[in-house]
């Protein structure tokens, strides 16, 4: 990550070699990076850190794909939807170290932060035993950040609007790609119809989570700058109530997972899967700290 | 585009159908192939193409087409297809000058 501009290396200089691709550009060219006025700089952080971490941990569940997945088609799709989550991290990682304005960056945050002080929700984490629960997850979890960012465009902070901006069509297509396989699978065989409810059902407990409001969220969506979860409510529910119609299937009732104390993945209280992803995750950067890549 | 590589997969799910790949570039005028894969219908074929093939920001328009739905020529016709076309030089517009202002000649 300790690259400064990965699209010099690849420019209209090379235009013979039409497979290469062209028009390559930073995604926050020319975005202005200073601090929007009256803003908390300690919330902006950390409204930051919570949205990349989000980002990072999906990120790192679906990477884990790799070499598992069905066919080799998905693993394909499902590391290009790891990469664009990895994408968004890293620059909310980065207005998380500008705002702090200390010299922590984006690996300080990714790689030498404990368990506890991740606050993603606790539904990215979630180990993903089979496809349908990946596929159930990333739905949900791709429905909710899509509202979010779409949320987010408006924001008083250039810098965060410019990442949801260019979010918006990357999760489009994630949430697309999840909602396909829901589909499939539901209203797929007998077999595929009972995995992907079974999934649902064990994924549901951590929707209700998605909407709760952590005091960092509500002061930051008070100021113009986030978005309200609460708010996101209805849209996301009517997105999953047309999906899974789509499939022939229900909305699970079950309850939601309490956190503790009413404390959850925002206050950096997770599940205990949490605790194996955050040590393979920053295994190699812990191990060799001063190394570089 | 052997018959073996297009087969369709049976109800046992053994092996989807293979897909041959076209790709337009943001450059290209026309679509050009640049491989295969397989998928369960025309639908995901396209959206695999565009996870598997325009990664690197290579395309601005895709086509998919079942393997099965080429027809080609065989290797075993190459003379009589293609062998009486060789010394037929006179057939390019070659003696005629081309001017500047048109294209993509």
């Known amino acids: 990550m300790s690259f400064d501009n990965a699209y010099e290396a690849i420019t209209e200089q090379n235009d013979a070699r039409w497979a290469f691709g062209t028009g390559f550009d930073s995604p926050l060219s020319g975005v202005d990076s200073e601090l929007p006025e009256g803003v908390d700089r300690a919330d902006l952080a950390a409204y930051s850190l919570m949205l990349a971490d989000d980002a990072l941990v999906v990120s790192h569940r679906l990477q884990q794909w790799c070499t598992h997945a069905p066919e080799l088609e998905e693993e394909v799709a499902l590391a290009n939807i790891a990469l664009d989550l ?31 002080e991740f606050g993603n929700v606790r539904l990215a984490e979630l180990a993903q035993p089979d496809f349908a629960f990946l596929v159930a997850t990333l739905l949900v979890f791709t429905t909710w950040r899509l509202a979010l960012l779409q949320r987010m465009t408006g924001s008083r902070d250039p810098v965060l609007a410019a990442i949801a901006a260019k979010g918006i069509k990357e999760v489009t297509y994630h949430r697309d790609y999840a909602a396909q396989w829901v589909v499939r699978l539901g209203d797929g065989t007998d077999y595929s119809r009972q995995r992907m409810r079974d ?56 309850s939601p997972r309490a956190g503790v104390a009413g404390r959850a993945g925002r206050h950096g209280v997770h599940t205990e899967s949490m605790g194996y992803l955050v040590a393979e995750l920053q295994s190699v950067a812990r191990a060799y700290p001063e190394a570089t890549w | 585009m052997s018959g073996q590589a297009g087969e369709r997969s049976d109800a046992s799910g053994a092996q989807w159908p293979l897909y041959e790949v076209f790709v337009r570039s943001k450059r290209g005028l026309n679509h050009v192939h640049v491989g295969s894969l397989r998928a369960a219908d025309e639908r995901m074929a396209l959206r695999h193409a565009r996870d598997v093939y325009t990664r690197r920001n290579e395309g601005v328009s895709i086509w998919v087409v079942a393997a099965a739905d080429i027809t080609a020529s065989s290797p075993d016709e190459k003379d009589p297809f293609f062998a009486p076309s060789g010394d037929k030089v006179y057939r390019h517009p070659t003696f005629y000058d081309i001017p500047d202002d048109v294209p993509h000649m």
């Not at chain 1, 620059?91 to 506890?116: I, N, P, V």
Request: hydrophobic share 40%; glycine share 8%; net charge negative.
């Open chain 1, 86 to 116: 990895l994408g968004q991290a890293r620059m909310l990682y980065s207005r998380a170290g500008q705002a702090e304005g200390g010299d922590r960056a984006e690996d300080d945050y990714a790689y030498f932060r404990t368990e506890s």
């Open chain 1, 199 to 254: 999934a649902l059902e064990a994924v549901w407990p951590y929707v209700d989570e998605l909407f709760a409001t952590h005091p960092v969220e509500r002061r930051m969506a008070e100021a113009g700058v986030g978005a309200d979860p609460a708010s996101l409510r209805d849209e996301c529910a009517a997105v999953f109530g047309t999906v899974l119609e789509s499939a022939t299937l229900e909305v699970p009732q079950v």
